[in-house]
């Protein structure tokens, strides 16, 4: 019911389907591994955690999740993409992901 469905009809041309381009944030991320991140994450659930910083390293990026490598600790940090609030690039500007 809620599925995505990547063509649409296009009404005023008779029928012809087109290609709705969906862009992730997991490809803007990928684009940047290797570069310095502070990632602004909210834990609702959580007193203690309620909003964390963590800097560091991007190391690798899935479809729901990222690494960096915290520099203070040394320790690889897994992040969940749904906690998020906000990611700044330090030092350099992004690269935009591939289109």
């Known amino acids: 019911m809620y599925g995505y469905y990547p063509y649409q009809q296009n ?3 008779g029928g012809v389907s087109q290609r709705v381009e969906r ?11 290797g570069r310095k991140i502070a990632a602004y994450m909210t834990y609702d659930s959580s007193d203690q955690w309620r909003d964390k910083v963590f800097s560091g390293t991007l190391r690798q990026v899935g479809r729901d999740y990222f690494v960096i490598n915290d520099e203070s600790t040394g320790q690889d940090v897994l992040l969940l993409n749904i906690n998020i609030s906000y990611i700044v690039f330090i030092g350099q500007q992004a690269r935009l992901a591939p289109q």
């Not at 862009?23 to 591994?33: H, Y």
Request: net charge negative.
């Open 23 to 33: 862009r992730f944030s997991e490809e803007l991320l990928e684009a940047n591994v």
């Open 11 to 13: 009404m005023a041309g």
